[in-house]
């Protein structure tokens, strides 16, 4: 089992930056694909970025490439999302997610294990 917790969310203007972290627990990750997801009020879960096992692959979805950038450290079980020039669009609950495929990274279904989530909210 892998536990997933969150943090770094919080209330941010247009424009600003802020960064994520995703702490695992339980067993160690470095062979589990990571990605982030985010869900705004009304809508569906939806793919933010990914980064592969090895670290050498990483995936975003159009919406934030080029302003967000996701990395790991397997030294210290914890996968970051660092998003900068946010848009109010940005707003939702981020979560992290853990897998254990080679592939298919940008899918919700490919995904083990859930982190609880953290909310982003970005005033405009």
């Known amino acids: 089992q892998v536990q997933l917790v969150e943090s770094g969310g919080g209330l941010v203007q247009a424009g600003g930056s802020l960064r994520l972290s995703c702490a695992a627990s339980g067993r160690t990750i470095s062979t589990y694909g990571l990605g982030w997801f985010r869900q705004a009020p009304g809508k569906e879960r939806e793919f933010v970025g990914a980064?592969?096992?090895?670290?050498?692959?990483?995936y975003y979805a159009d919406s934030v490439k080029g302003r967000f950038t996701i990395s790991r450290d397997n030294a210290k079980n914890t996968v970051y999302l660092q998003m900068n020039s946010l848009k109010a669009e940005d707003t939702a609950v981020y979560y992290c997610?853990?897998?254990?495929?080679?592939?298919?990274?940008?899918?919700?279904?490919?995904?083990?294990?859930w982190g609880q989530g953290t909310q982003v909210t970005v005033s405009s």
């Open positions: 997610a853990a897998s254990a495929s080679w592939y298919g990274l940008t899918a919700l279904k490919f995904y083990d294990y």
């Open positions: 980064i592969s096992w090895t670290g050498a692959g990483t």
